[in-house]
């Protein structure tokens, strides 16, 4: 990745906190989000009143930003959209609901319920999401509240898994479960925890709970957020190399693991400022991967953690919500001044990173053995739709309940929108087995779609301009065709969809990246590196859903043909000059991207 930090000259650091007072944010033209969370009472809103508003589906535009950092969206039905205001219905709103589990571990017991939440108020489906956890889609307002006291009932909650916040924390979830990942495991959980909105409106609200008296004082009821809480949302995650399936340059903060010989956790690389989403046609929104910005020992970790998202509390920009995510506070000041901010704030110079290499960013499928000689098994789950499918499909949710109901150890949600049934003694491994196959959960994906992943997009999506998760499964068939057709059927290739270019698949560190454009359009990017450290370049614009094939195969063809040993095809694409390398940041969108057309 080349360092764009050095060339460059910066704005001067903000010296000032956060504006915190209505009428002061207006003079400072604060955007239009800063003024909602400060008016909200610490995430409050009228969001209690609406929920007694029977009279529609919906809840206010301004209770509908803050219902997030609850973990909930509200959303319509985009199929019958326009049938309803044709018939001047209200459109079909219901609520869609994200859990916050810290590094994606759920105990058989949890999964009954959260099967059980899902059959009662979800359509009978669980969405296994790209960043370790779960959503409910379709949830109607009349069952939200008993749907999310359910929900506490489990011992998990929803709490900051959307808004302007720190999100569900990720961590590697490598079957191979050594020492290594139980401490990345452990540094998610405590980061989770230890930066987790304080205010009770959560509890208030959904479970009817007492609000605690006196809290008004922000030192005691939001210490780290303050009242307006974070500039954008904010994530992090924590990798164990040489896997790197949390894609960690694609979050705001990452942690590596750098192991010593034995192979313990002698400390942490620390990234900055990743991040996927950009909107068409606006060159001054961009993907960007992270920068390894330096090295803690296990005991500074947590405290860098803290001193990161507060630097981007207090610098990240609060005018304009489209640059407000860390990934543009550290290309408006640059790295050399956000580290020393970030030195002062853990109050000791920080080492610089270590050397660490990532092979792929895609899950392990099948059994694996742990160092405790437990197993391990990764299921392929499509777009990661846990539901009972038609037609002879998978039976996954009822599959996995029969799972849960006999399995003694526990699930592990991938960053790949996976499954994986860890922790299975020896002796149990057979009956996991016979279970998996009955309700035919392992029918062989191919080596292209078991590293492919689509976002939700259409019809829940608001954001969606082109179908993703539905169109991906034909698209798949195709491309297996075609690739079979070169003889690179057994070929990993990572192809990822989205239905616009917010990027919640992370197209653009994937070898083929395809973003929606509009209806059957997508922008084609390749040229991504398969570990997800580099990102694509556009190599076609506006290509029809038909074309998609077109433009691959010969490119498929000529990479049968010319590959070297052991080289991937986003490398390939770079070394045989279809597209160039992309340099990180702003240049993006460099309009040198196809160099030549294999067509
Ligand atoms: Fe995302 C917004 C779904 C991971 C970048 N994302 C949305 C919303 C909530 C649409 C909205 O704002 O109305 C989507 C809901 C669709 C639905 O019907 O469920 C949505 N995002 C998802 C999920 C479910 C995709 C999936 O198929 O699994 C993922 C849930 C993750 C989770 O469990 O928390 C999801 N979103 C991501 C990722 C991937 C990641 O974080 O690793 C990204 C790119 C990384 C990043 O943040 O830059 C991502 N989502 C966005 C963005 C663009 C943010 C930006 O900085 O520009 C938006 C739009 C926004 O925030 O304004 C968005
Ligand atoms: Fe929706 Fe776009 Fe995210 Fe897909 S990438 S889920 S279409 S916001």
């Given at each position: 990745m080349a360092d764009k930090t050095t060339t460059r000259t910066y704005e001067t650091p903000p010296t000032d906190r956060p504006i915190s007072d209505a009428e002061a944010a207006r003079a400072a033209g604060l955007a239009a989000n800063e003024h909602i969370k400060i008016a909200s009472g610490y995430l409050r809103g009228t969001l209690a009143d609406g929920l007694l508003k029977h009279a529609t589906g919906a809840i206010s535009e301004d209770d509908g930003q803050l219902v997030k950092f609850h973990g909930m969206y509200l959303q319509d039905d985009r199929d019958i959209r326009a049938e309803r205001t044709k018939k001047k219905l209200e459109k079909a709103y219901s609520f869609m609901i994200r859990l916050r589990i810290a590094g994606g571990v759920v105990t058989p017991k949890q999964w009954l319920a959260l099967d059980e939440i899902a059959t009662t108020y979800a359509g009978g489906a669980l969405r296994a999401t790209t960043r370790q956890t779960f959503q409910y889609h379709g949830v109607i307002k009349s069952n939200l509240k008993r749907t999310m006291a359910a929900i506490d009932a489990t011992l998990l909650d929803t709490i900051a898994a959307c808004g302007d916040v720190n999100r569900n924390v990720m961590a590697a979830t490598n079957p191979a479960q050594t020492g290594a990942h139980k401490a990345a495991y452990e540094l998610a959980k405590d980061i989770s925890d230890s930066l987790l909105p304080k205010t009770s409106a959560w509890r208030e609200i959904w479970l009817d709970g007492e609000r605690v008296v006196g809290g008004e004082d922000v030192a005691e009821v939001e210490p780290v957020y303050g009242k307006t809480y974070l500039p954008r949302k904010f994530k992090t995650v924590v990798a164990v190399p040489p896997s790197n399936e949390v894609d960690i340059f694609a979050h705001d903060l990452g942690f590596i693991a750098i192991l010593d010989r034995r192979g313990k956790v002698t400390g942490w690389n620390v990234t900055v400022g990743g991040g996927m989403g950009m909107t068409h046609g606006e060159t001054d929104t961009f993907p960007r991967t992270a920068d390894v910005m330096c090295f803690v020992k296990p005991e500074d970790a947590l405290k860098a953690a803290e001193a990161v998202m507060t630097v981007q509390r207090d610098w990240g920009n609060r005018k304009v919500r489209k640059n407000a995510r860390l990934k543009y506070?550290?290309?408006?000041?640059?790295?050399?001044?956000?580290?020393?901010?970030?030195?002062?704030?853990?109050?000791?110079?920080?080492?610089?990173?270590?050397?660490?290499?990532?092979?792929?960013?895609?899950?392990?499928?099948?059994?694996?053995?742990?160092?405790?000689?437990?197993?391990?098994?990764?299921?392929?789950?499509?777009?990661?739709?846990?539901?009972?499918?038609?037609?002879?499909?998978?039976?996954?949710?009822?599959?996995?309940?029969?799972?849960?109901?006999?399995?003694?150890?526990?699930?592990?949600?991938?960053?790949?929108?996976?499954?994986?049934?860890?922790?299975?003694?020896?002796?149990?491994?057979?009956?996991?087995?016979?279970?998996?196959?009955?309700?035919?959960?392992?029918?062989?994906?191919?080596?292209?779609?078991?590293?492919?992943?689509?976002?939700?997009?259409?019809?829940?999506?608001?954001?969606?301009?082109?179908?993703?998760?539905?169109?991906?499964?034909?698209?798949?068939?195709?491309?297996?065709?075609?690739?079979?057709?070169?003889?690179?059927?057994?070929?990993?290739?990572?192809?990822?969809?989205?239905?616009?270019?917010?990027?919640?698949?992370?197209?653009?560190?994937?070898?083929?990246?395809?973003?929606?454009?509009?209806?059957?359009?997508?922008?084609?990017?390749?040229?991504?590196?398969?570990?997800?450290?580099?990102?694509?370049?556009?190599?076609?614009?506006?290509?029809?859903?038909?074309?998609?094939?077109?433009?691959?195969?010969?490119?498929?063809?000529?990479?049968?043909?010319?590959?070297?040993?052991?080289?991937?095809?986003?490398?390939?694409?770079?070394?045989?000059?279809?597209?160039?390398?992309?340099?990180?940041?702003?240049?993006?969108?460099?309009?040198?991207?196809?160099?030549?057309?294999?067509a």
């Open positions: 506070t550290i290309e408006r000041y640059g790295l050399a001044a956000f580290r020393a901010e970030v030195e002062k704030r853990v109050g000791k110079p920080l080492a610089d990173p270590k050397p660490f290499t990532f092979t792929g960013n895609g899950d392990r499928y099948g059994w694996t053995e742990g160092d405790d000689g437990r197993h391990h098994l990764t299921l392929y789950v499509a777009s990661g739709r846990i539901k009972d499918y038609p037609d002879g499909g998978p039976q996954l949710l009822t599959g996995l309940r029969r799972i849960a109901e006999i399995h003694q150890g526990d699930f592990r949600l991938t960053g790949n929108q996976n499954v994986i049934i860890a922790n299975v003694p020896a002796e149990k491994r057979a009956e996991i087995e016979a279970l998996v196959d009955q309700h035919g959960m392992m029918k062989g994906a191919s080596a292209l779609r078991r590293n492919s992943m689509a976002c939700v997009a259409l019809p829940t999506c608001g954001l969606a301009l082109a179908e993703s998760e539905r169109y991906l499964p034909s698209l798949m068939d195709e491309l297996e065709a075609s690739l079979a057709s070169h003889g690179l059927q057994d070929d990993e290739i990572t192809i990822r969809m989205t239905g616009c270019p917010n990027g919640c698949a992370r197209p653009f560190i994937a070898e083929i990246g395809l973003v929606g454009r509009g209806p059957e359009r997508y922008h084609l990017y390749l040229g991504a590196a398969f570990d997800g450290s580099r990102l694509g370049k556009l190599y076609a614009e506006d290509v029809t859903a038909a074309e998609i094939k077109t433009h691959l195969d010969p490119l498929f063809a000529a990479y049968a043909r010319n590959k070297q040993a052991g080289e991937r095809f986003g490398d390939y694409l770079i070394r045989d000059g279809y597209v160039t390398r992309t340099i990180n940041g702003p240049d993006f969108h460099d309009a040198t991207g196809a160099l030549k057309s294999a």
